[in-house]
């Protein structure tokens, strides 16, 4: 290293600037040297010519006067007064003066007076007046006055040049003195950092020590942070690659890792065991040398996927039904990936390759495979395989001339032996049911189960249909020999039902369902037997199942809507609430009348999902309602079997929890009687289900079924419905009239509340009320209508006020025919009317034209004139009746002569008459009550 820089930062300093003084001091010094030479020499000069025009006038006038004396003294005065004179001589011809003292002691150097360049100096000076020569005058300057005074002033510039020195020592020293302790701590601290990283130096002195403490003890931080960062770094690194070692050891798969060039790098347990080559022999191999891989059907090698990953660097999966060649030979089917191994930026330094052996997988896969085309228990094509040989044999029979015969086989009476000897018997029946049958079959057929007691039998390359029932009776025979189960000895028949193709020219699906069909045919027939599709019957059955998608693509489509026809109260005259009836608004048709759909939604799962649309329609209507001041209660109607399904309970439980703001006692339901009694214990246990979540049930259409005392007693519905059939003619039928006052009479006995259906009159109405019967719906009160209408029918309708006349009124039934009277009468006022408008007269000659002869004037002279003939009112009435009749023939001959202008004009007279004999028979009505 250069001496320099093993100086100390004091002496780097101190050197430089004290050379640079010492030569500025030198530079001065010789130039003030100079001047000084300069000065000295230019004053001995004027010393010496100032003595010389002194001594002129005295040297003339002495030589003059021949004062020597004078010369002499002036010589000497000379000398003595100016130091630098050292001798002053006078010469002139032989006359010679001299005045001289010795040379001054030099007071410097001997080296300064050459130096100095201060050299003796010397004068001669002619003496001359007014033209005579008077001599000489000789001048010697002592040349050492002027360099001690030089010498002086050198020595002074000199001495301070020294003192500057000094103080830029001794001040250069205080200053650094604190700047270089500083940096020793800096330096110390840097010493120490290496064992000690939390090492700060103190920060003090100048700005620029402060400044260096401060980026020191940043440094400090960042490094020691640094180091910590990298010591955690390794940590986790060195945890990561024990674990990475520990999950490549512990690995369920082979993982080979390789250099960028393909070269092995690392092999784990597992890929050892499956290559056949230890880690430490395989380190550097190039991959293919100990990764042979195969396809496994066609045997060709297949393309290593590291050097693909290698050369795109893309994640690179084996193609199905690899095969691994290991070193020994072995083969086990692989299935594997290879990605790229990168480094931070983004270069490819490697690739890994992960594998396994599917050995297990392949062989459970077969064993799926089977097991998804095959019956457990009797080894026999399952549904999936029996579509694909039915498929083919649809088609082998498209390209020949024969028949294909499907047939569908069910046991008879398997469910008792099995339920009386147990599973195992009856799974050892089916196995043996099976061989029997693949004994009787030919090698060409299929069998095939379905599950349960269920087979399929396939039948190709039939030449008539004599062979195809030639072989069916023969497996029947067959199957109906004894088995020995459990030691016990059954018997057990089979049905069968079979179609042919082409004869029934349908797809496999279809075939397979027409054969499920004639196998239930069979069945129905008796058992034991088989039986043939009837493709005509089929027919039938298509456009139903036509229908009934239809009707499933409308209820998904949101076609289907609920009307609501209003229940009255009759003797308060208020609204008790709504029946909730199902109408299809289709696209096209418009409403769809419900006799067009609801039997097709019988007996099937249409049934179903037309409740639950029913159910959350209605509970969200209720809200609706609720939300607007209505409390209103709804009735849903649910088909017989929906309300017997194991899913009704969950399906009402699963719409009201859809509605938690609905009470559960605005929901009523309807059900049929027949529904009913057709599982009487079902349907009471359902029923009392539906009370324990507070919902009412009514039975609907009371009176058609076939429901005994003992049958209402059981069953605990809350309600009885009249059918509307016999409320319809209750006026004129006494039969309807009975069987209405005896379900009137079986709900008040058994506690149920009673609702008639089919109400068209008021007349109908007061009877009901006058029977026990409160409630009623019916055209004559309100037709089935959209939700958007029901508020505005119930703000303005008005109850009947015959309704309100005979509500709280006390009367007997042999005032009923009084109410017939009335009904009677518009009845053949309409029926006159009718025959003006076109229609034909119902009406016979004698009814038409003898007022006596209508029902209105039986009554009149019978029942009415016992009961009535005192009232005013009733006699009043005849000659209006009279004349009713009379305007009526009038009607009937006009129409006849095609003067129909008149006739209308009269028939607008007989409507006067009909209101003048209905107020003629309301103040009857009035004035009887008035007696009660």
């Known amino acids: 290293m250069n001496s320099r820089y093993r100086l100390s930062l004091f002496w780097r300093l101190f050197l ?43 040297i003339a006038e002495g030589v003059i006067t021949g004062d020597y004396a004078s010369i002499q003294a002036a010589l000497e005065q000379q000398v003595r007064l100016r130091p630098n004179i050292q001798r002053a001589e006078w010469r002139m011809e032989s006359a010679r003066l001299l005045a001289a003292r010795p040379p001054t002691a030099a007071s410097y150097p001997d080296g300064f007076a050459r130096l ?35 010498w002086i002033r050198v020595v002074s510039q000199a001495q301070v040049v020294s003192g500057v020195v000094i103080a830029l020592f001794l001040i250069l020293g205080l200053i650094l003195r604190t700047s270089l302790a500083a940096l020793r701590r800096l330096i110390e601290a840097h010493r120490r950092f290496p064992e000690d990283h939390s090492t700060r130096v103190a920060v003090g002195g100048s700005r620029e020590s402060r400044l260096l403490g401060q980026a020191f003890n940043g440094m400090a931080e960042e490094v020691e942070a ?23 050891l512990s690995i369920g798969d082979a993982v080979i890792t390789t250099d960028a060039e393909g070269r092995v790098a690392q092999l784990n347990p597992v890929a050892e065991r499956l290559t056949g080559w230890p880690a430490v022999e395989a380190a550097g191999q190039p991959l293919t040398a100990i990764f042979a891989i195969v396809n496994e ?141 693949l004994e009787v079959l030919r090698a060409s057929d299929t069998l095939a189960r379905l599950g349960g007691d269920e087979f399929v039998l396939v039948l190709p390359d039939l030449a008539t249909l004599a062979e195809a029932e030639a072989i069916f009776g023969r497996l029947l025979d067959c199957l109906a020999q004894p088995y020995v189960l459990e030691g016990e000895t059954v018997r057990v028949t089979a049905t069968l039902g079979f179609t042919l193709y082409p004869l029934d020219a ?76 199902a109408r299809w608004r289709h696209p096209l048709r418009g409403i769809v009348p419900p006799a067009d759909f609801l039997p097709h939604m019988e007996g099937n799962e249409l049934g179903c999902e037309l409740g639950r649309f029913a159910l959350a329609a209605a509970l969200g209507q209720i809200a609706a309602w609720r939300a607007a001041g209505r409390d209103w209660r709804v009735s849903v109607n649910i088909t017989p079997q929906h309300f017997t399904a194991p899913h009704f309970l969950d399906d009402l439980k699963a719409a009201l929890a859809r509605h938690p703001d609905v009470p559960p006692q605005r929901l009523m339901l309807e059900i049929l009687e027949s529904a009913a009694i057709a599982d009487i214990e079902q349907a009471a246990s359902v029923i009392a289900a539906c009370h324990a979540l507070g919902i009412r049930l009514a039975l609907d259409d009371f009176g058609t079924g076939y429901a005994s005392l003992a049958y209402l007693k059981r069953l605990p519905a809350d309600e009885l419905k009249i059918d509307q059939s016999f409320v319809r003619d209750v006026l004129d039928d006494p039969g309807d009239l009975a069987v209405v006052e005896a379900v009137i009479t079986l709900a008040a006995l058994f506690g149920r509340d009673v609702v008639a259906e089919g109400v068209e009159l008021a007349e109908q109405g007061v009877l009901l009320m006058r029977l026990g019967c409160d409630i009623a719906q019916g055209y004559g009160i309100a037709r089935p209508m959209p939700a958007a209408e029901v508020a505005a029918w119930a703000a303005s309708w008005q109850p009947d006020p015959r309704w309100a006349l005979w509500a709280d009124a006390k009367w007997e039934m042999s005032d009923f025919p009084l109410l017939v009277a009335q009904y009677d009468h518009l009845r053949w006022v309409k029926s006159v009317l009718a025959f003006l408008d076109g229609n034909r007269l119902s009406l016979g000659r004698e009814e038409l034209a003898d007022h006596h002869a209508c029902r209105l004037g039986h009554w009149y002279d019978g029942h009415g004139r016992q009961r009535y003939g005192h009232l005013a009112a009733f006699q009043e009435m005849e000659p209006v009746h009279a004349e009713v009749h009379r305007t009526g023939c009038e009607i009937i001959r006009l129409k006849a002569d095609g003067r129909l202008q008149e006739a209308q004009a009269q028939a607008r007279h007989l409507l006067e008459l009909k209101d003048r004999i209905l107020e003629h028979l309301a103040r009857l009505q009035r004035e009887m009550l008035h007696q009660a």
Not at 119 to 125: A, D, I, P, S, T
Not at 530 to 538: C, E, I, R, S
């Open 506 to 581: 349908s797809d496999p699906d279809t075939l397979l369902r027409h054969a499920d069909e004639a196998m239930y045919a069979a069945k129905h027939a008796g058992r034991n037997r088989y039986h043939l599709y009837d493709v005509q019957h089929d027919e039938q059955q298509q456009t139903r199942r036509e229908r009934a998608e239809d009707l499933h693509r409308a209820l998904a489509a949101g076609e289907f809507e609920l009307f609501y026809q209003p229940k009255v109260d009759l003797r308060r005259g208020t609204v008790a609430g709504f029946e909730a009836l």
């Open 226 to 248: 640094t180091l910590r960062a990298l010591a955690l770094a390794r940590a986790r690194w060195e945890h990561e690659a024990e674990l990475n070692r520990t999950t490549l």
């Open 297 to 437: 059907q066609t045997r060709a090698p297949v393309d290593n996927p590291v050097a693909r990953v290698l050369a795109e660097g893309i994640v690179v999966g084996l193609a199905n039904h690899t095969v691994l060649i290991a070193r020994d030979g072995s083969e086990q089917p692989i299935e594997d990936s290879a990605a790229p191994i990168r480094c931070g930026n983004g270069e490819i330094v490697g690739c890994v390759l992960v594998f396994h052996d599917v050995s297990e997988k392949k062989a459970l896969q077969k064993r799926i495979g089977w097991q998804a085309t095959h019956d457990d228990l009797t080894g026999l094509p399952n549904r999936a395989l029996l579509a694909d040989r039915l498929k083919q044999a649809v088609a082998r029979c498209d390209r020949g001339q024969h028949l294909l015969a499907v047939g569908m086989l069910d046991l008879d009476e398997f469910k008792p032996v099995n339920d009386r000897l147990g599973h195992a018997a009856g799974d050892q029946l089916l196995r043996l049911v099976t061989a029997r049958t």
């Open 116 to 150: 100095s360049g201060i050299e003796v100096c010397e004068l001669h000076q002619p003496i001359s007046l007014a033209g005579a020569d008077y001599g000489e005058l000789a001048l010697l300057c002592d040349p050492a006055p002027g360099r001690a005074a030089a």
């Open 16 to 58: 430089p600037i004290t050379l640079m003084i010492l030569c500025a001091g030198s530079l001065r010094t010789w130039l003030l040297l100079g001047e000084e030479r300069a000065a000295q020499n230019q004053s001995m000069q004027s010393g010496l010519n100032l003595a010389a025009a002194v001594m002129q006038p005295i």
